[in-house]
């Protein structure tokens, strides 16, 4: 009952900068932390950008490769989460994925639900 998707991928040249969009849909009681991920050719899904909140503060986590380059935001209102990419560069190309943990209600522990991936390419 609970979607992620995901837009905003896209072919751009070095440099260059996209914006990610994700919008969770469905029933739930929270979403706890919404992310983005990526995965390369032949490898694993690995973090890009998180934000967690936490009752007393909020936490963002960054990959360091990204640090300085990606912004990641969230608008609870809307249930959604973007990722600002500034200056990309071909080593970024992958497919991104939206993450979130998700409680459906106030009972149950939260967890982990995928949206089904944007393809980002950057070219020399």
């Known amino acids: 009952q609970v979607q992620l998707v995901e837009s905003g991928g896209g072919l751009v040249q070095a440099g260059g900068s996209l914006r990610l969009s994700c919008t969770a849909s469905g029933t739930f009681f929270s979403i706890n932390v919404m992310g983005w991920y990526r995965q390369f050719p032949g490898k694993q899904r690995e973090l890009v950008a998180e934000?967690?909140?936490?009752?007393?503060?909020?936490?963002?986590v960054y990959e360091d490769s990204v640090k300085g380059r990606f912004t990641i935001s969230r608008d609870n209102a809307k249930n959604m989460v973007y990722l600002q990419m500034n200056s990309l560069k071909p080593e970024d190309t992958a497919v991104y994925y939206c993450?979130?943990?998700?409680?459906?209600?106030?009972?149950?522990?939260?967890?982990?639900?995928w949206g089904q991936g944007t393809q980002v390419i950057v070219s020399s």
């Open positions: 993450g979130a943990k998700i409680a459906t209600t106030r009972w149950q522990q939260a967890i982990n639900y």
């Open positions: 934000f967690t909140r936490w009752y007393y503060t909020n936490d963002i």
